[in-house]
């Protein structure tokens, strides 16, 4: 069994002597910790309970007691914990209360710039979510300055015509006036009612929401509600405008949407308390298009000219003149061109052999100037080949011609077809004639 107070090497376990520093097997140097039984592996060294430490309320220890070299171990055994408005090292008081007055963080999406409108809704009111998050829902009393606004332009407009009923009633006869009036007075209304549409359905606004600073706005897109939703919302609200108006207090996320809004998916907005939803968000950033990042090039190249321009124009020192050389050079010719055929030595020149090569030798005979090699007569009863073609300049863009096809060769007549040349022309009877010749 292990004795408790002898110690051991930390990197080999060998049993140190009493008051050794090194260890006699490894030669590792043994520090003895701060604390107590801590820096060997000595088996059983935690059985023995640490010294128990007291200590007052400020922090310091009791008088007559020197500085405690072990750690105190918390158990069954310990005390209460310290109450979590101070600790044994520090007192209440020197605690930051600070961060406990602070309000909350803002919410991530709303306005905070310096002078930038509040985002907070009214009391009782709900708020917005995306795509219209950072706006404000109007509040009762402003809705009710713009519906007052509306009816008093209303109420303007249709003067004509109240003016015009009134004098055909009263007049015995329908005079022009009363007629000229009334025309007027159904024709205003009528106007006004659909610029009002338009403006309530592309902009959002009525002349009323415009100077209480409202918007009308799609409460799932964030954009306008259009002219067809804004006509319907009108229609809802005309028929029973008591009713709809008191439904704005029957929302149940407290936005203030009557029938007539939530029948066309539409919210009304503070622009003055909120973000403006028709404004671009101060949080969107649009990256600049290529050209910021690629500036325009020196010289103006459209694409037809990019693909149409020779390789090394640019480099050359005068284009025009490469260009009129390119053009006067002499084209190459096709690799589907037929090659002119060229006589070989050993060919006759007709079906009998040449003259000049079956005449006899004769030592006195003059020798005659060397003819020029006379064209390849054509096969007996052959057509006679026609002259090769010029070669024309070859096209990279047309289609390759066709193969030509192999033609039977016709039934042989009875003359010989005449040569091309005089020079090529062969004899009739190679024999006959070079007797006379020999004979002289």
């Known amino acids: 069994m292990t004795a408790p107070g002898n110690r051991y090497c930390e990197s080999c376990a060998a049993l140190l002597a009493p008051g050794?520093?090194?260890?006699?097997?490894?030669?590792?140097?043994?520090?003895?910790?701060?604390?107590?039984?801590?820096?060997?592996?000595?088996?059983?060294?935690?059985?023995?309970?640490?010294?128990?430490?007291?200590?007052?309320?400020?922090?310091?220890?009791?008088?007559g007691e020197g500085p405690d070299e072990g750690i105190e171990l918390l158990g069954r055994g310990t005390?209460?914990?310290?109450?979590?408005?101070?600790?044994?090292?520090?007192?209440?008081?020197?605690?930051?209360?600070?961060?406990?007055?602070?309000?909350?963080?803002?919410v991530p999406g709303h306005a905070s710039a310096p002078g930038a409108p509040s985002t907070q809704a009214a009391p009782g009111i709900g708020t917005l979510d995306a795509p219209l998050d950072g706006c404000a829902p109007s509040t009762p009393g402003k809705r009710l300055v713009a519906a007052i606004v509306d009816g008093i332009i209303q109420g303007i407009v249709a003067i004509p015509l109240i003016i015009g009923s009134t004098l055909l009633v009263v007049q015995q006869e329908a005079t022009l006036l009363a007629q000229i009036l009334i025309g007027i007075g159904v024709a205003l209304p009528t106007a006004y009612v659909v610029v009002l549409l338009w403006l309530q359905g592309a902009k959002g606004f009525t002349p009323g929401k415009l100077i209480a600073g409202l918007r009308t706005?799609?409460?799932?897109?964030g954009r306008p509600i259009g002219f067809l939703r804004a006509l319907g919302r009108a229609v809802v609200y005309g028929v029973f405008?008591?009713?709809?108006?008191?439904?704005?207090?029957?929302?149940?996320?407290?936005?203030?949407?009557?029938?007539?809004?939530?029948?066309?998916?539409?919210?009304?907005?503070?622009?003055?308390?909120?973000?403006?939803?028709?404004?671009?968000?101060?949080?969107?950033?649009?990256?600049?298009?290529?050209?910021?990042?690629?500036?325009?090039?020196?010289?103006?190249?459209?694409?037809?000219?990019?693909?149409?321009?020779?390789?090394?124009?640019?480099?050359?020192?005068?284009?025009?003149?490469?260009?009129?050389s390119a053009d006067s050079a002499a084209p190459a010719p096709s690799g589907w061109d037929p090659a002119q055929p060229t006589p070989s030595a050993w060919d006759p020149a007709g079906p009998y052999g040449s003259a000049s090569s079956s005449a006899a030798p004769s030592g006195s005979a003059p020798s005659a100037p060397p003819a020029p090699?006379?064209?390849?007569?054509?096969?007996?009863?052959?057509?006679?080949?026609?002259?090769?073609?010029?070669?024309?300049?070859a096209d990279p863009w047309a289609p390759a011609p066709p193969a030509p096809a192999e033609e039977a060769p016709p039934a042989p007549a009875p003359a010989p077809a005449p040569a091309p040349q005089a020079a090529a022309e062969p004899a009739h009877d190679a024999w006959s004639s070079a007797a006379p010749a020999a004979q002289d």
């Open 217 to 221: 706005v799609r409460l799932s897109t």
């Open 79 to 106: 005390g209460p914990a310290p109450a979590p408005d101070g600790t044994t090292l520090r007192p209440q008081d020197q605690y930051d209360r600070a961060m406990d007055e602070q309000g909350p963080p803002p």
């Open 373 to 393: 090699a006379p064209e390849p007569a054509p096969a007996w009863g052959a057509a006679p080949a026609p002259a090769p073609a010029p070669p024309q300049p």
């Open 20 to 63: 050794a520093v090194l260890c006699g097997e490894c030669g590792t140097r043994y520090a003895p910790s701060p604390y107590e039984r801590h820096g060997t592996r000595t088996p059983g060294a935690w059985t023995e309970a640490p010294r128990p430490r007291e200590r007052d309320g400020s922090g310091g220890e009791r008088e």
């Open 241 to 324: 405008p008591l009713l709809m108006a008191l439904s704005l207090f029957l929302d149940p996320r407290k936005l203030l949407r009557g029938f007539h809004d939530r029948a066309v998916d539409s919210v009304v907005v503070d622009v003055k308390s909120g973000r403006d939803p028709f404004q671009p968000r101060p949080d969107d950033f649009q990256r600049p298009s290529s050209e910021h990042y690629m500036p325009s090039s020196s010289v103006p190249v459209t694409a037809h000219e990019n693909l149409m321009a020779q390789p090394g124009s640019a480099w050359s020192a005068d284009p025009a003149t490469s260009g009129a």
